[in-house]
């Protein structure tokens, strides 16, 4: 196993190897997690991902891997994985990746791979690439090309998954320009309009793009019957659930204990294998994450510790990761290498055991093999 670093993703040069074995249910755990959220790419960069998922217990993951390298991922991690339907990102024509474009992923993924989820990327980036008369047809989560992505895959027998939002230190930030990204609670108008048009099971990835209202959240469940909830973003989760009471994180996640999966959001390539020139860091914030086998492991390791400890455990501590929106937000108080509080929840064995495996289970496999039913 690597031997521990001082690295953003391992800040107090911890044994992730050998906390892994330490969690208060390691045993118990082994081998069951699904982590319904992840991003793997890359032959090496995935070996590496599947020695720190066996680790930390989890036995199979959703992964939204680029259309061209699911053979590539499959190779590797064989039964272990299933694939989420994706835009192709890289296309410079936005219009075409999240239009028609998309429509032809569906279709490949769901024949050719068979993956039963869609993903509706609609986070406030997309107001970036377009501007024009149309816009709203490719911004909106209820505009044209969205609803015609729905309409296919529900037609092929899939399910959606949205990334829906964004931080709040993101807005605070980044989207400064109201006319442009508008507030963050307008960006939930059409995805409350889809949740009614089509009764499929949907998650909202990254504790529903605002892990820092729990009110909010308990709303759209209250809502709607058929949303769940990722644990997904690692750094964004545990940076604002920490910022909760454990009493108010405790009741939030027994109330909702049916109704959230665990994620990571984690993103594997090979280009984090390996050190970058002057020129090439900064070309992939993904890439620039990582320069080393060794880092690369902890930059996945990670994430799984974190969220572990979080809902395992009892007490504060800082958090292992470096967490770079804490400078962004408060510049005089922080620097890249500052981290948030993690919070230990300490939820009980039944409840980690429906957010580990028995909610994906029950409702992502339950899709899969046509036993779904909603809330």
């Known amino acids: 196993m690597p031997t521990p670093t001082t690295s953003p993703h391992n800040l107090h040069a911890l044994d992730y190897v050998a906390l ?5 249910h390691a045993r118990a755990f082994n081998g069951r997690i699904i982590d319904v959220h992840s991003h793997i790419h890359g032959k090496e960069a ?33 039964d272990s ?3 989420v339907a994706i835009p192709n990102f890289s296309l410079p024509d936005k219009a075409h990746a999240f239009g028609p474009g998309y429509l032809d992923s569906i279709r490949a993924f769901r024949e050719e791979h068979g993956a039963k989820m869609i993903k509706l990327w609609n986070a406030p980036r997309t107001r970036e690439w377009f501007t024009g008369p149309d816009r709203d047809d490719y ?33 605070k930030a980044k989207y400064t320009d109201r006319a442009k990204y508008g507030v963050k609670k307008e960006h939930y108008r059409g995805l409350e309009v889809m949740l009614k048009r089509f009764p499929v ?29 990722d644990t997904s973003a690692t750094k964004w989760v545990v940076r604002e659930l920490g910022k909760h009471p454990r009493e108010e994180l405790l009741a939030f996640f027994e109330k909702w204990q049916d109704r959230i999966f665990f994620g990571s959001d984690i993103v594997t390539m ?15 914030p993904m890439s620039d994450l990582s320069d080393s086998p060794e880092t690369a492991f902890e930059l996945y390791a990670s994430r799984y510790f974190a969220l572990r400890t979080m809902f395992e455990t009892v007490g504060d501590r800082e958090s292992p990761i470096a967490d770079p929106d804490l400078k962004m937000v408060e ?13 230990g929840i300490g939820l ?15 409702v992502v496999i339950g899709w899969e093999n046509g036993t779904w039913k909603p809330a």
């Open 46 to 78: 995935t070996r590496i991902y599947e020695t720190a998922a066996r680790l930390f217990g989890v036995r199979l993951t959703y992964s939204q891997t680029r259309l061209t390298e699911v053979p590539t991922v499959r190779e590797v991690l064989k």
């Open 20 to 24: 892994a074995a330490a969690l208060p």
């Open 348 to 362: 009980s064995e039944p409840v980690l055991r429906k957010i580990y495996y028995e909610n994906v289970q029950r």
């Open 270 to 284: 090979d280009d984090q294998l390996t050190k970058k020139t002057p020129d090439q860091q900064r070309m992939s």
């Open 139 to 171: 911004i909106e989560l209820d505009g044209k090309w969205r609803v015609a992505a729905a309409e296919l895959a529900v037609s092929l027998g899939m399910m959606i998954k949205t990334h829906t939002a964004d931080p709040d230190t993101w807005f």
């Open 201 to 229: 099971p949907w998650i909202a990835a990254h504790m529903g793009g605002n892990p820092e209202d729990l009110n909010f959240l308990s709303g759209l469940l209250e809502r709607h019957p058929n949303l769940y909830l």
């Open 331 to 343: 510049p005089d108080k922080h620097t890249d290498l500052s981290s948030p509080t993690l919070r």
């Open 81 to 83: 994985v299933r694939f």
